[in-house]
């Protein structure tokens, strides 16, 4: 039986970076301790969601624990806000990276960028966010849920801050609602919340419910790798 240590996050980094940029996209933003990695990245091209109020596409990903997530990214240009769509096509969940070979993981990976890169990706993902611009948001019936997840991350305070920037910002629509959360992860020091926020943040921009915390829950095709089932 052969046993594997799988890609350390340095060579997950290497490829997701090689792949974007294979793309013509760069890589924005990473937060790497040795365990867990968060990237994000944007790529050519921009979309006016309203007149002036321009989006980037791009990807983000995750890695942790033997499992890496691969999600569409919007980054809104006006205000320098992310969002992480989890929810969409071109979403990927690879899981066994601990017990594959690092060649066929990383292999893996890059297929995964590539396919999220695809620009039928980003015009399905803005679609959705142009329909959420010119739909008002149920306030109620979105945060509700909302403070619950926000409880389960220790991180009530923030509902708060995500309501005032919503109101003084005057914008009702669900797009709106996105970007009042999407605004509150910028201003987060914290790494995974800040994740978590965006991924809230993109849920409401393509008109659904933001994901239960934590990446194991987030609706992606999941894919196992071969080796981790030798």
């Not at 033997?66 to 969002?83: K, S």
């Not at 966010?129 to 509700?144: H, I, K, N, P, W």
């Not at 389960?152 to 009042?180: C, K, P, V, W, Y």
Request: proline share 5%; with cysteine.
């Amino acid at each position: 039986m052969r046993s594997h240590a799988g890609p350390t996050t340095a060579q997950l980094l290497a490829t997701f970076t090689d792949e974007v940029k294979a793309h013509q996209g760069r890589v924005t933003d990473t937060a790497d301790d040795g365990r867990r990695l968060l990237a994000r990245s944007v790529l050519p091209g921009l979309k006016d969601v309203r007149l002036g109020d321009r989006l980037q596409g791009g990807v983000a990903l995750r890695a942790v624990g033997g499992e890496v997530w691969v999600h569409p990214y919007l980054f809104r240009l006006v205000c320098q806000n992310g969002a992480i769509v989890a929810r969409t096509v071109g979403t990927r969940h690879l899981v066994g990276l601990e017990a594959s070979d690092p060649r066929e993981s990383l292999q893996a990976v890059r297929e995964a960028v590539a396919a999220c890169c695809d620009p039928d990706v980003f015009a399905d993902t803005f679609d959705r966010v142009r329909t959420a611009s010119e739909t008002a948001a149920d306030f109620a019936l979105t945060m509700m849920p909302m403070l619950s997840r926000l409880a389960a991350l220790g991180a009530s305070h923030l509902m708060e801050r995500i309501t005032d920037q919503f109101f003084r910002d005057g914008d009702l629509s669900q797009f709106g609602l996105a970007n009042a959360v999407t605004a509150t992860a910028r201003e987060t020091r914290d790494p995974d919340l800040r994740w978590n926020l965006e991924e809230f943040g993109g849920g409401i921009a393509v008109g659904g419910m933001p994901p239960t915390p934590g990446p194991t829950r987030s609706a992606a095709r999941r894919e196992v790798l071969a080796g981790a089932a030798s």
